[in-house]
């Protein structure tokens, strides 16, 4: 499965951003996907999660700023992410293929770099 994700870019503090990821394929929407991400010099960290039925999850550490939706007729999972701070800075990831919810998966894309000034 091949995951283009996209939609990063360089933003000041308190800036928002919206990263799509496009999924091809029929069964999209019997998917459960998920966003994750990597900070210069640390492990992936998991983000947020949307299961096929658009039940939600997400870290603590974004709850209340991100939003993760998801749109079956386009075969798209976005990432919404308002009040950016510094520390979200990253590479961010889209995954689908669950092995365990919400964090683990088969496929994950190539990532985008979302970088927050201060």
């Known amino acids: 499965v091949q995951l283009q994700a996209c939609g990063g870019g360089l933003v000041q503090a308190g800036a928002s951003l919206r990263l799509s990821c496009v999924v091809p394929?029929?069964?999209?929407?019997?998917?459960?996907l998920g966003w994750a991400r990597q900070a210069p010099g640390k492990g992936r960290e998991f983000v947020a999660a949307?299961?096929?039925?658009?039940?939600?999850v997400y870290t603590d550490s974004v709850k209340g700023r991100f939003t993760v939706s998801r749109d079956d007729a386009k075969n798209t999972v976005y990432l919404q992410m308002n009040g950016l701070k510094p520390e979200d800075t990253a590479v961010y990831y889209c995954?689908?293929?669950?092995?365990?919810?919400?964090?683990?998966?088969?496929?994950w894309g190539q990532g985008t770099l979302v970088t927050v000034s201060s």
């Open positions: 995954a689908t293929g669950l092995r365990r919810w919400p964090d683990e998966y088969d496929y």
């Open positions: 394929g029929r069964t999209f929407s019997e998917r459960n």
């Open positions: 949307i299961k096929w039925n658009s039940v939600t």
